[in-house]
């Protein structure tokens, strides 16, 4: 198995020291005061009986649930700072002035595809999206792409390669909202590379439906995510480790992050 770079070890490494610190200042300690939850205790007090499993008192249970939804938080920019290190590339905004073009005819395509996914007249098909939104004629008018942000761009010689990355489970619906706004960054990026091939991937860190921490069954997988498989191929989605191994190119990638963290958190414990 190829290793990993000194370089990109430590990089990792400093990446997992910047979240540990971040989240030790502000996890909630049980004698400090708990912030006003009055909705939430009223509510729990439905669920008292399961609760009693963890026995942990409501106010401290809803402030660990904040702390936990920042840890999430940080851990999503932690993604992408491991994706940038992995592969060379760097997150890449196309929005307000700097939103791309595409042409009327593509804009009315993609609306086409979307109706018919949505719809189940077509099933996900890339080769067929690509052939379809890339085809305009010269004299169509230009129209305004939806706005984008491509959270890891890398560019070679021969190929535009975009990964947008997911941290947390999609709401019920968003798959449709996704596969336009991948459409229309597709169609404008070929329209200002012509001659490069555009990857775009969707990617998710981990599989939260696997008992191992890099395993992965994107059918499965599939069936968590609400309503993606109606919008989305399974070669456009990315997951656990063929996400981190496609991000640098070599093989059990996810395994070593998962030990560069460990070997982290053991050197941080040891300091406190």
């Known amino acids: 198995m190829k290793s990993l770079s000194k370089d990109q070890k430590d990089r990792i490494s400093e990446v997992v020291k910047e979240i540990l610190t971040t989240r030790l200042e502000n996890f909630p300690e049980p004698n400090q005061l708990i912030r006003n939850a009055p909705f939430h205790e009223r509510f729990l007090v439905a669920f008292a009986d399961k609760l009693k499993r963890v026995s942990v008192p409501i106010p401290y249970l809803v402030a660990i649930a904040s702390w936990m939804h920042g840890l999430n938080t940080s ?47 077509k099933k996900p098909d890339l080769n067929r999206e690509n052939e379809l939104i890339y085809q305009f004629g010269k004299k169509d008018a230009n129209v ?25 489970r999609p709401n019920s619906g968003e798959g449709r909202g996704e596969k336009q706004k991948i459409l229309h960054a597709k169609a404008a990026l070929k329209n200002i590379y012509p001659n490069k091939e555009i990857k775009y991937f969707v990617g998710f860190p981990f599989d939260p439906t696997s008992s191992a921490p890099t395993g992965y069954d994107k059918k499965r997988f599939f069936d968590y995510l609400v309503e993606f498989k109606k919008f989305f191929a399974p070669e456009e989605i990315l997951i656990a480790n063929e996400l981190w191994d496609k991000l640098s190119g070599i093989s059990q990638t996810m395994k070593q992050i998962l030990n560069i963290v460990s070997e982290t958190v053991d050197v941080f414990n040891s300091s406190k």
């Open 75 to 121: 851990l999503g920019t932690g993604f992408e700072s491991l994706a940038h290190i992995l592969s060379g590339g760097y997150k890449k905004r196309f929005t307000k002035r700097f939103r791309l073009s595409l042409k009327q005819s593509q804009v009315n395509v993609i609306d086409e595809i979307i109706r018919d996914l949505k719809s189940g007249n």
């Open 144 to 168: 305004e792409a939806l706005e984008f942000t491509v959270d890891n761009f890398f560019e070679t010689e021969s190929s535009i390669e975009a990964i947008e990355l997911k941290s947390v």
